[in-house]
């Protein structure tokens, strides 16, 4: 069974960087696609960034774009999100999650993953 768990999260100020890591134990990663979502109170979960299996293809959000990095060491079984020019907006709880279909790129479709962490709150706030 793949149990996925997240940490790094943090009260911040705008304009700081923050990383985020995912990881896995139960099973090894290279399997799987992964993404990183990320939900408010209130809102609908939104599909931050992903990542495909072995790392050759990944996708973000535009609200991220530019600023997130994902990456993967399948070796370590751990998936990172670099987090740089922080903004308020960003404030969230963060999830991992895993596809376990096979795919050669990833989607940003929180209905197309199965395996869910536990979430890390990030606040950016001055």
């Known amino acids: 069974q793949l149990q996925l768990v997240e940490s790094g999260g943090a009260m911040v100020q705008p304009g700081d960087s923050l990383r985020l890591s995912c990881a896995a134990s139960g099973r090894t990663l290279n399997g799987f696609a992964m993404g990183w979502f990320r939900q408010v109170p209130g809102k609908e979960r939104e599909g931050v960034s992903c990542i495909s299996r072995l790392g050759r293809f990944t996708s973000y959000a535009d609200s991220v774009k530019g600023r997130f990095t994902i990456s993967r060491d399948n070796a370590r079984n751990t998936v990172w999100l670099q987090m740089n020019s922080l903004k308020p907006e960003d404030t969230a709880v963060y999830y991992c999650?895993?596809?376990?279909?096979?795919?050669?790129?990833?989607?940003?479709?929180?209905?197309?993953?199965?395996?869910w962490g536990q979430g890390t709150q990030v606040t950016v706030s001055s």
């Open positions: 999650a895993a596809d376990p279909e096979f795919r050669n790129v990833c989607t940003l479709s929180s209905a197309e993953y199965r395996f």
